[in-house]
Structure formats: structure tokens, C-alpha cells
């Protein structure tokens, strides 16, 4: 069974601080570039997107640009 099923929504609930944003990010990363989450996980390769109604545009670049 995975984690995150495909064509479905995933939220990350969690408080203040406790990287939901870093992990959303990462596991985005994998997806679209058919890589392994955390350098662990297999994840079938395909598009992916983050909604995220906190981080700032600029951030999240960095957040990007800083996981590979």
C-alpha cells in the first residue's frame, strides 16, 4: 500500500514549524523528477504540485532550489 495515492489530494497537518513544507517539497521533487523520496521511498514519476497558502513565492523557491 503507498503513502500518497495517485490523482488524489494529500494534505500535511501539523503544527507551526515542523517542516510540512520541506517534506511536501521534497516528496514533490521526487515525484516529478522519478526520483526516491528521502533517497528511500520509491514514487511512480509524474507531475506534481504543492498548494501551499502560508509560504511565500520567493521561499519556496529557495526551499526548491535547496532540495536539488
Same mark, same amino acid.
Given at each position: ?21 520541506? @517534506? ?7 515525484v516529478a523528477h522519478g526520483d526516491k523520496a528521502f533517497g528511500t521511498? +520509491? ?6 504540485? @504543492?498548494? +501551499? ?16
Open positions: 500500500a503507498g503513502l500518497i495515492y495517485v490523482g488524489q489530494p494529500t494534505y500535511l497537518y501539523g503544527a507551526s514549524g515542523v517542516n510540512k513544507t520541506s @517534506i511536501a517539497a521534497s516528496l514533490a521533487l521526487a521511498l +520509491d514514487v511512480e514519476p509524474g507531475p506534481a504540485a @504543492i498548494l +501551499d497558502w502560508e509560504t511565500g513565492r520567493e521561499r519556496m523557491y529557495e526551499r526548491l532550489h535547496e532540495l536539488g
